[in-house]
């Protein structure tokens, strides 16, 4: 690489750094009308299916959404992200059940233990390259499904977390009502969204696409590549747990399912259900997902052979996610009308 290279790579994050602020206001902007609108929702439509549906978004969106950041943005293809969804329902519920803290401390807390978690397992995952590192990922999260199952006196073993998880009312907040735990799901939806979405297009988010690109040239303009795969590694693990602490409380408890590798598989489907080159792709994927599981279950037993079909239709049929297939349209049309 030449130096006249490495001096582009910097002026791209320095041009990435001048636009920030007019784009994280805007960003604020959508985010609080995002907000006011999933929060009147109810006010139109009165389905508690509905509102069980958005909820089961909020929690699969920011897991699949955290995973694009690791995928989509770096180029590390984790097998065991779920690890950290299964991890936060575990460590939410166990806080709630065992020690009786307000549901803000277990919140925090949950982070904490996953904070720790994710620092131990990426700071040895990140060191491996592709097919390695999925595998060691897939590896670690085998062993907290493990030993959620053999630890029976404190998980319950492979019944889960039963006795549901107690919810104490809290600044006026009370999650045994569906409506605030519908309200709480959209909010935390909305500001993991806008965190991420702040990340991906910070300095440090073109950081990570150089390194997906190449590592070696981020490395020769002086960037730090192991600290920055592991920031990146470690921030998706906060908002994975997030999305394992909403389910936790949707279904009042915590099962060995939530930290299985098929939660790593849907992950990973869903984005290329979504796209990886958007940052909405994964959140269409969720909706997509979800509606294929809700209505193909209902209608043939066989739903596990459509869904493989539909997985082959993306994948050999567009070979892209339905997001990356709708910009490249527009983008498409929108140069044929300005020839």
Same mark, same amino acid.
């Given at each position: 690489?030449?130096?006249?290279?490495?001096?582009?790579?910097?002026?791209?994050?320095?041009?990435? /750094?001048?636009?920030? %602020?007019?784009?994280?206001?805007?960003?604020?902007?959508?985010?609080?009308?995002?907000?006011? +609108?999933? #929060?009147? $929702?109810?006010?139109?439509?009165?389905? %508690?299916?509905?509102?069980?549906?958005?909820?089961?978004?909020?929690?699969?969106?920011?897991?699949?959404?955290?995973?694009?950041?690791?995928?989509?943005?770096?180029?590390?293809?984790?097998?065991?992200?779920?690890?950290?969804?299964?991890?936060?329902?575990?460590? @939410?519920?166990?806080?709630?059940?065992?020690?009786?803290?307000?549901?803000?401390? #277990?919140?925090?807390?949950?982070?904490?233990?996953?904070?720790?978690?994710?620092?131990?397992?990426?700071?040895?995952?990140?060191?491996?390259?592709? &097919?390695?590192?999925?595998?060691?990922?897939?590896?670690?999260?085998?062993? &907290?499904?493990?030993?959620?199952?053999?630890?029976?006196?404190?998980?319950?073993? /492979?019944?889960?977390?039963?006795?549901?998880?107690?919810?104490?009312?809290?600044?006026?907040?009370?999650?045994?009502?569906?409506?605030?735990?519908?309200?709480?799901?959209?909010?935390?939806?909305?500001?993991?969204?806008?965190?991420?979405?702040?990340? *991906?297009?910070?300095? @440090?988010?073109?950081?990570?696409?150089?390194?997906?690109?190449?590592?070696?040239?981020?490395?020769?303009?002086? &960037?730090?590549?192991?600290?920055?795969?592991?920031? +990146?590694?470690?921030?998706?693990?906060?908002?994975?747990?997030?999305?394992?602490?909403?389910?936790?409380?949707?279904?009042?408890? *915590?099962?060995?399912?939530?930290?299985?590798?098929?939660?790593?598989?849907?992950?990973?489907?869903?984005?290329?259900?979504?796209?990886?080159?958007?940052?909405?792709?994964?959140?269409?994927?969720?909706?997509?997902?979800?509606?294929?599981?809700?209505?193909?279950?209902?209608?043939?037993?066989?739903?596990?052979?459509?869904?493989?079909?539909?997985? $082959? @239709?993306?994948? &050999?049929?567009?070979? %892209?996610?339905?997001?990356?297939?709708?910009?490249?349209?527009?983008?498409?049309?929108? /140069?044929?009308?300005?020839?």
């Amino acid at each position: 690489m030449t130096e006249v290279q490495a001096d582009q790579g910097a002026h791209a994050l320095d041009a990435a /750094d001048v636009r920030a %602020k007019p784009r994280r206001n805007r960003d604020v902007l959508i985010a609080l009308a995002a907000f006011v +609108i999933l #929060a009147l $929702l109810p006010m139109v439509f009165s389905s %508690k299916f509905l509102l069980d549906f958005v909820i089961r978004c909020a929690a699969y969106g920011l897991f699949a959404t955290s995973l694009n950041l690791l995928v989509g943005y770096t180029g590390l293809t984790s097998f065991g992200h779920g690890m950290f969804f299964g991890l936060g329902a575990y460590g @939410f519920g166990l806080m709630m059940q065992k020690t009786g803290v307000s549901v803000p401390v #277990a919140f925090v807390a949950t982070l904490a233990i996953t904070f720790v978690t994710a620092f131990v397992i990426g700071a040895i995952c990140v060191r491996l390259k592709e &097919i390695y590192f999925a595998f060691v990922t897939l590896a670690f999260q085998m062993l &907290i499904h493990s030993t959620i199952l053999s630890w029976v006196s404190l998980t319950g073993g /492979d019944q889960g977390l039963r006795g549901g998880i107690p919810r104490p009312p809290f600044w006026g907040i009370d999650l045994s009502n569906h409506l605030h735990l519908y309200v709480t799901s959209c909010a935390l939806l909305v500001i993991g969204l806008f965190l991420m979405h702040q990340i *991906a297009q910070s300095p @440090f988010g073109y950081t990570l696409r150089m390194i997906r690109d190449n590592a070696t040239r981020a490395s020769f303009i002086g &960037i730090d590549v192991w600290r920055a795969k592991l920031t +990146i590694f470690v921030l998706a693990a906060l908002f994975a747990s997030t999305g394992g602490v909403i389910m936790a409380l949707f279904v009042s408890g *915590a099962y060995p399912e939530f930290a299985y590798w098929t939660i790593s598989g849907e992950g990973i489907f869903i984005n290329m259900l979504g796209g990886v080159t958007t940052f909405l792709g994964p959140m269409v994927g969720t909706v997509l997902l979800l509606i294929l599981n809700d209505t193909v279950t209902r209608l043939t037993e066989y739903h596990g052979l459509v869904l493989g079909i539909v997985i $082959l @239709f993306f994948a &050999i049929g567009l070979r %892209k996610g339905l997001m990356d297939f709708v910009i490249e349209w527009y983008a498409q049309r929108r /140069d044929d009308r300005g020839k």
